[in-house]
């Protein structure tokens, strides 16, 4: 029996990165995204790997919504993060892998070839975009962005998006999208309200912007908001974390012990192409929703926020005499590249704030400047734990 699934007039590999975007950028390249998706559940003996390629065969036709036949069948090169999934669920270390990709690619067909035979009954959930069709309804190359356990629980960025959106409104709570990310892995949404705005003179003093120059006794606003976050390729569950936003410089410092997420672990999927039924879907929707209507109450109350800076200040004045060699011990706790390492040290320097604090500073406006956003998100998600080797070191 033949399936249904959306088109996408697009015909070209849908953009999968975006850094900083607006609400409306980030929308239209999930929906453009959307209308290449395929998740097949497929069984290790209809996978196999040429050229570096993941060929599929086997999986039942899928019509698209203007009646055209599309075979899921054929070849797709998969992502970093795909390959990840080779090496997780089959036992090949990543490294070695990537160098067979790089110096032996025949040596890379044999070996996941090989693994994939030892267990030829086992099931994996293969996330892909679709190739263009040709006129006999085969595809082109696709593209293989993930590679699963058949029990992953699909939960994608635009639904999400959609229904924590919702969310925000149910709460009755005034907040904003002040920018969004998008990568191979995941998705990020970054949500604040300049209602909910405290003054933190204390933390703020001595601090300069490392861009404009203005100074936290300028400006010793913090305002309240949070980061939804979902990967639609196991790396990592779908969450909401508080989030504060410095003013003066657009620093921001995300307080990863309240997160709130939910994983995407589910029963398993049949074989052949997956689709989620109205009713599931639904149900699931109302879910994050819900969860975004609680976060926003919690993550946008002015008692939250002014306990966390209360938190934050009784170790961030500690005053640091070496800069270079506290911001040293503070690289090597957390592994930040030397790279990083000074460029943290650089802002600093900028920031004028002689303190665990101004370290703490230092991170958050590091983080603004890299433009993989995985990496800046991982190294904003630092900045307190940062702030705690900073102060013990002082």
């Known amino acids: 029996m033949t399936q249904q699934v959306t088109e996408n007039p697009v015909t070209r590999t849908p953009r999968t990165s975006i850094r900083n975007a607006d609400l409306s950028d980030l929308a239209h390249m999930l929906e453009a995204q959307n209308g290449r998706k395929l998740d097949v559940v497929a069984p290790a003996s209809s996978l196999t790997v040429a050229n570096g390629n993941l060929i599929m065969s086997g999986a039942e036709p899928a019509m698209t919504s203007q009646g055209r036949m599309y075979m899921a069948d054929g070849s797709y090169r998969p992502t970093d993060v795909a390959e990840e999934g080779f090496a997780a669920k089959l036992g090949i270390p990543v490294g070695y892998l990537r160098r067979m990709r790089t110096e032996n690619p025949a040596l890379y067909d044999i070996n996941v070839c090989g693994w994939l035979e030892q267990d030829p009954a086992r ?70 309200s300049d209602q909910v705005a405290i003054q933190a003179r204390e933390l703020l003093r001595g601090y300069r912007s490392p861009f404009t120059g203005e100074t936290g006794d300028q400006l010793p606003m913090i305002s309240a908001g949070f980061v939804i976050s979902n990967s639609e390729v196991g790396s990592g569950a779908f969450s909401i974390t508080p989030r504060v ?66 938190e934050i200040e009784r170790e961030a004045g500690k005053q640091i005499s070496d800069p270079a060699q506290t911001i040293e011990i503070v690289s090597k706790q957390l592994s930040f590249s030397s790279a990083v390492r000074e460029s943290i040290l650089n802002h600093f320097i ?26 800046a998100h991982e190294l904003e998600a630092m900045a307190l734990p940062a702030l705690a080797a900073a102060a013990r070191a002082a």
């Open 123 to 192: 099931k994996f959930l293969i996330r892909a975009f679709r190739g263009d069709a040709s006129e006999n309804g085969r595809s082109g190359e696709g593209v293989a962005r993930a590679f699963l356990s058949d029990s992953y629980r699909l939960i994608d960025n635009f639904d999400i998006l959609t229904a924590a959106l919702q969310g925000v409104e149910a709460s009755g709570h005034r907040a904003e999208v002040r920018g969004c990310d998008l990568t191979d892995r995941r998705m990020y949404v970054r949500v604040e």
């Open 245 to 310: 936003v410095v003013q003066v410089c657009r620093n921001g410092l995300t307080m990863s012990k309240d997160v709130m997420r939910a994983v995407h672990i589910g029963a398993k999927h049949d074989e052949g192409i997956v689709q989620w039924s109205g009713a599931t879907r639904a149900r699931e929707l109302e879910l994050v929703a819900s969860k975004t209507a609680d976060a926003v109450q919690q993550f946008l109350s002015p008692a939250y926020v002014e306990t966390k800076i209360a």
């Open 350 to 375: 900028r920031g004028g704030q002689t303190t665990a604090g101004g370290v703490m500073q230092a991170v958050t406006s590091t983080a603004q400047t890299l433009s993989d956003a995985d990496a």
